[in-house]
């Protein structure tokens, strides 16, 4: 991809940038410039607003890629999933800090920043959003003994100048 | 009006290794090894985090607790040793990246480990000057040791994002103090993959003179003792330093608990102290003091007095995650697997 070409994207890609239809309300990603819900009566011209997503969703359908794209040899099992998010759109994004085994259907996600792919060696890095699980899904660790005390045997002296 | 931290975020990868599993590989007892350090496992970045990418989510974090508007964003830094460019400033994807551009100065800070109490003493001058309302202070890394060098078994990932501003300050900053040296215990040469270091040299002549030297200027400046402090944060290469610069000082281990993490995660760099100090303020209530001394190979300290203020009674933590749930999460991964997702595996061509 282009230098110029994924610049240009970078609003969308990192921040999720949409547009939304101050006509009829409805949210578009990527961003567009005219609602075609409402293009025919041309009702949303000089109607279309930015409208930045929150990151928020939940998994509608995914997939476990195992043969990668260019630049995921190193991620392979991955998933893609459809996101579908709270003001509508819905974003096709890899899910990522889960083993393939625990996506499900009706996941609830959040947007992450990862680095998306690197142009070779010594080329731009492109960054972007991914998906992550809300709920840890299997991150538990064994218990280890902390090496200082627990936090029942904790003073704390409060300063003389108080808050 | 003082200028204090408004609001944080930290941020930690998911996946973990243990020394043993390092020491298996290099045929030797790293069981033994983890133990001596007091790390019992390092935090591995997935292989699409970077120093970018861990800023980036600590940041976002710190913005939704503070509820801060990324546009009122005066100045943000980033210190790490492992900015994911040479030329290029990480600082400007995450500005872009969390809606702060464009009107803000940005920039790279690099001083080994303590590059982020810098910014953080940087965005205190801008903020107390008034120059600017809120100003960021980064501290992440993703540093490496070489393969079967002793730093392997420690260097990790992870970062602490701190916003410096005047209004609905959670913890003032009462002074800050430096001590600084041309002593060369650690270094990257350009183009380098992995660092050097002295050795045995990187202790008492580097680390306990820098740290201990800073910390008693502090309190000699603010006429403190440690037993005025509720907390206290080290620099952290490993979990014996800062448990052994405490004891030196007088500090019990109790005013250790909160701020010592790298035992769980390990020596995350830029971000070790500063991981520190955001545990520290996820568990401390109004009008606790705390004193933080960074370190940064090369040499220098950064001394904080710091103390929280009635604000963080009503501080929104729920936003992001806390510094303990990284210190209890992981999913922990075989030397092979690690080797794969920090480039350590040669794949020909090259």
Partial sequence: MSIARFWRETPRRYNLGGSKCTNCGTVYFPPRSVCPQCTHHRQSIEKMVRSQLSGEGEVLSY???HEPAEGFEMQVPYVLALVKTPEGPVLTGQVV???PGEVRIGLKVRATFRKLREEGKSG??????KF????ETNGGLPARGPPVPAPESLERPRSAAGA | MQAGIVSYGAYVPRYRITPAEIGRVWGIDGESMGQALNVQRKSVPSPDEDTITISTESLRTALLRGAIDPQQIGALYVGSESHPYAVKPTATVVAQAVGATPNLTAADFEFACKAGTAAIQTCLGLVGAEMIRYGVA???DTSQGAPGDALEYSAS????????GRERVICRVHRTVSYTTDTPDFWRREGQKYPSHGGRFTGEPAYFRHVTECARALMEAVGSTPKDYAHVVFHQPNGKFPQRVGKTLGFSEAQMRYGLVTPYIGNTY???ALIGLANVLDHAGPGERILMVGYGSGAGSDAFDLETTEEIARFDRSFGRPVQYYLDHGVELSYAVYAKFRGKIHMGGE
């Fill in chain 2, 270 to 272: 830029s971000g070790a």
């Fill in chain 1, 124 to 129: 731009v890095i492109h960054y972007g959003y």
């Fill in chain 1, 132 to 135: 992550s699980p809300v709920e």
């Fill in chain 1, 63 to 65: 997939t476990v890629v």
């Fill in chain 1, 97 to 99: 800090d889960v083993r």
């Fill in chain 2, 138 to 140: 980064i501290g992440t």
């Fill in chain 2, 157 to 164: 990932a992870g970062g602490a994002a701190f916003v410096i």
